[in-house]
């Protein structure tokens, strides 16, 4: 069992920064390979980011290429997504995910933990 809790979210202007944190218990968080997916109203949860387990490889949605970065501290069982040049369109609630076994990083499907989610708000 992993429980995930997610903080850092907020009300920002387009173009700030963020910098979202998902704390993960138990012993096992290196075992797990984390995401962050956001989910705006009336819409879909997305996949936005995602890294491996040793943090050797990350993945990223086309569309915060280049403005996010994912990334682990396995000793302090915390995941993170720095998120920078933010645009209005990345307003949503931001969840972080931990799959024991994956084979597609972007299909919430394959994810087994869930946390209750961040608000991110990005004014124009």
């Known amino acids: 069992q992993v429980q995930l809790v997610e903080s850092g979210g907020g009300l920002v202007q387009a173009g700030d920064s963020l910098r979202l944190s998902c704390a993960a218990s138990?012993?096992?968080?290196?075992?797990?390979?984390m995401g962050w997916f956001r989910q705006a109203p009336g819409k879909e949860r997305e996949f936005v980011a995602a890294?491996?387990?040793?943090?050797?490889?990350?993945y990223y949605v086309d569309s915060v290429k280049g403005r996010f970065t994912i990334s682990r501290d396995n000793a302090k069982n915390t995941v993170y997504l720095q998120m920078n040049s933010l645009k209005p369109e990345d307003t949503a609630v931001y969840y972080c995910?931990?799959?024991?076994?994956?084979?597609?990083?972007?299909?919430?499907?394959?994810?087994?933990?869930w946390g209750q989610g961040t608000q991110v708000t990005v004014s124009s």
């Open positions: 995910a931990a799959a024991f076994s994956i084979a597609r990083m972007e299909s919430p499907k394959e994810y087994d933990y």
């Open positions: 138990g012993r096992t968080f290196s075992s797990y390979a």
């Open positions: 890294i491996r387990r040793s943090g050797s490889n990350t």
